[in-house]
């Protein structure tokens, strides 16, 4: 009996259990598979993560690949611009690559027999340079007041030069700061998920319409 795989491919344990809870929400969790590429520094994660899209691509049984991965910086002397790494990947393949990553997800139907269907989803919201914290950020319900506070915060310790966090790192400073506020202080990013964010929002319906689409949707068969 041939084996119809979905599989969501993301970073590092923070990124695997945050879309844990995410799935539970959106009350997906029969439908796909969530699978962590590193426990590493950061960019060895990316890397691991980019070589995965196409290995797990061309596997046998593979129906739906999504990709859950940070966009990061903009700034091209420290980051390449990850939708042209991907680009460069999947492009030789046949895949037909938009020009510039879709602000609601992208979705590449299967070119052709032995390849799965791709979704591409650039944390935080596809057009912005940030990562899974900027995405959680978002995602804190609106005029929430320990927010406005945690910026303030990390901006006094800038102001006065004593920060420790990396510029790259700030949004995981400040989401930390604020889980830090709230009535279980310390919890996991992942139970943080499901107890204080507002899954409302938008841009997390546009997260939950793009694995709907990625996974729950028949795509146009050519394969």
């Known amino acids: 009996m041939a084996v119809h795989r979905k599989l ?3 970073e590092g344990k923070d990124d695997y259990h945050v879309m844990l809870a995410l799935r539970q ?15 590493k ?8 993560l980019l070589t995965s899209i196409l290995v797990e691509a061309k596997k046998s049984g593979q129906e739906s690949l999504g990709v859950v991965i ?4 903009a700034d091209p002397n420290k980051n390449k611009d990850r939708w042209q790494q991907i680009k460069n990947r999947l492009s030789p393949l046949g895949y037909a690559m ?3 990553a879709p602000a609601d997800g992208a979705i590449l139907p299967s070119p052709e027999l032995g390849l799965s269907k791709i979704g591409i989803w650039l944390m935080p919201d596809n057009q912005t340079p940030g990562m899974l914290e900027d995405f959680m950020r978002l995602l804190v319900p609106e005029n929430d007041e320990c ?5 303030k915060t990390l901006q006094a310790l800038e102001e006065k030069e004593i920060q420790r966090y990396k510029e790259v790192h700030r949004s995981k400073a400040l989401i ?4 830090a506020w709230q009535d279980k202080p310390g919890i996991p990013l992942g139970q943080s998920t499901t107890r204080y964010l507002d899954i409302d929002t938008k841009l997390c319906q546009q997260f939950a319409s793009w694995l709907n689409e990625l996974f729950n949707e028949t795509q146009d068969e050519t394969n």
Request: hydrophobic residues 35%; aromatic residues 12%; negative net charge.
């Open 8 to 10: 969501l491919i993301v």
């Open 176 to 179: 930390h700061t604020w889980i």
């Open 98 to 100: 938009p020009e510039f």
């Open 147 to 151: 927010l406005v506070f945690a910026e």
């Open 25 to 39: 929400k959106f009350g997906m969790e029969d439908i796909y598979e969530i699978s962590p590429r590193g426990n």
């Open 70 to 73: 940070d966009r990061d910086t």
């Open 41 to 48: 520094e950061e960019s060895e994660n990316v890397d691991t």
